[in-house]
């Protein structure tokens, strides 16, 4: 069975530092790879995604993420924070096989921005 | 466009009470997920359906949980009877065909039941 762990259940970082956030998986082939992010009371939105090819992909709002097959991760990075990046942040995996499939997510991080 | 359409928004009703939410999926999207987010569980699939016929719906935790697509434009999930431990905000989503889709999700019900 596919899984997700995501080790960091808040994080704290100040506005305009660096950013990144862990996720390692488990899953028996070639996994999809996802990050998601929920602001408060909203639903979840799409950040970035990797299927195959370039190993670093970019996202929306200025996120990448670096799949690293020997270390079964799929970290998410960003260069500098803004207050507005304080949310919840989902790393899930889906399955590569024929169709369509339910997603498996981590636990999240909460992620929080000092002045 | 508009994006996947959850109502009602908040639901709070007693236990005993059946509780009925809604999902409408983005035009032309022939995938649909119930998904379910608590605190200790987080996000968990509830069920899917392709094509309005549902496809795994493993992870619906009893019978008490029904969930139906009479069409391409709209979704039930129903709890009867519905208890405390019910309470979460459920999440309904959709994707186009494909297994490269990314799954595009509603704003969620969230339900308390007292």
């Known amino acids: 069975a596919q899984s997700v762990t995501q080790p960091d259940i808040h994080i704290t970082v100040s506005e305009g530092a660096s950013l990144e956030l862990r996720c390692n998986y488990s899953y028996g082939a070639t996994p999809y790879l996802f990050w998601y992010v929920q602001s408060p009371g909203q639903g979840l939105q799409l950040l970035l995604k990797y299927f195959s090819g370039d190993t670093l992909v970019q996202g929306i709002k200025g996120f990448e993420a670096e799949f690293k097959r020997s270390q079964s991760s799929f970290n998410l990075r960003k260069p500098s924070v803004h207050w507005s990046d304080a949310a919840e942040y989902f790393c899930a995996v889906g399955s590569s096989g024929g169709g369509a499939d339910g997603l498996t997510f981590g636990k999240g991080t909460h992620l929080i921005i000092q002045p | 466009d508009a994006g996947v359409i959850q109502s009602p928004r908040h639901e709070v009703t007693e236990m005993g009470q059946e509780v009925t939410l809604r999902c409408k999926p983005i035009?032309?999207?022939?995938?649909l997920f119930w998904y379910r987010q608590t605190m200790m569980r987080g996000l968990e699939l509830l069920i899917y359906f392709n094509n309005n016929v549902p496809i795994d719906d493993s992870g619906m935790p009893e019978d008490r949980f029904s969930a139906k697509m009479p069409n391409a434009s709209f979704s039930t999930l129903k709890i009867q009877p519905s208890e405390p431990r019910d309470s979460a905000v459920y999440f309904c989503?959709?994707?186009?065909?494909?297994?490269?889709?990314?799954?595009?999700f509603g704003d969620g019900t969230r339900l308390s039941i007292l």
């Open positions: 035009s032309g999207h022939d995938y």
């Open positions: 989503a959709s994707s186009p065909t494909g297994a490269k889709q990314p799954q595009h």
